[in-house]
């Protein structure tokens, strides 16, 4: 089993840059994928970066390409989303994520464990 614990959500201007971390407890296997999630009120949650945790092999959703960053410290069981030039319309709950196995990015029912979620609200 793992658990998944987010944090370093807040309230940010436009253009400003927060960086969450996703702690993991638990036996994270090499074959593990971990992915950042994003959702607003009346939306799907939709999946933004992420990452292989033996490669570091990384994807990206084409609204936040360029902008945010997905890394991993394997020592620290840690993941980490560093949101540069964020704009208004990346305010919603971030969840971090992971699957046992399967490919990068995709849609929420291939991931097996969630976090709680943490705000991240980018005012105008």
């Known amino acids: 089993q793992v658990q998944l614990t987010e944090s370093g959500g807040g309230l940010v201007q436009a253009g400003g840059s927060l960086r969450l971390s996703c702690a993991a407890s638990?036996?994270?296997?090499?074959?593990?994928?971990m992915g950042w999630f994003r959702q607003t009120p009346g939306k799907e949650r939709e999946c933004v970066a992420s990452?292989?945790?033996?490669?570091?092999?990384?994807a990206y959703a084409d609204s936040v390409k360029g902008r945010f960053t997905i890394s991993r410290d394997n020592a620290k069981n840690t993941v980490y989303l560093q949101m540069n030039s964020l704009k208004p319309e990346d305010t919603a709950v971030y969840y971090c994520?992971?699957?046992?196995?399967?490919?990068?990015?995709?849609?929420?029912?291939?991931?097996?464990?969630w976090g709680q979620g943490t705000q991240v609200t980018v005012s105008s």
């Open positions: 638990g036996r994270i296997f090499s074959s593990y994928v």
């Open positions: 994520a992971a699957k046992r196995i399967g490919q990068l990015l995709g849609a929420m029912a291939t991931y097996d464990y």
């Open positions: 990452i292989t945790w033996s490669a570091g092999r990384t």
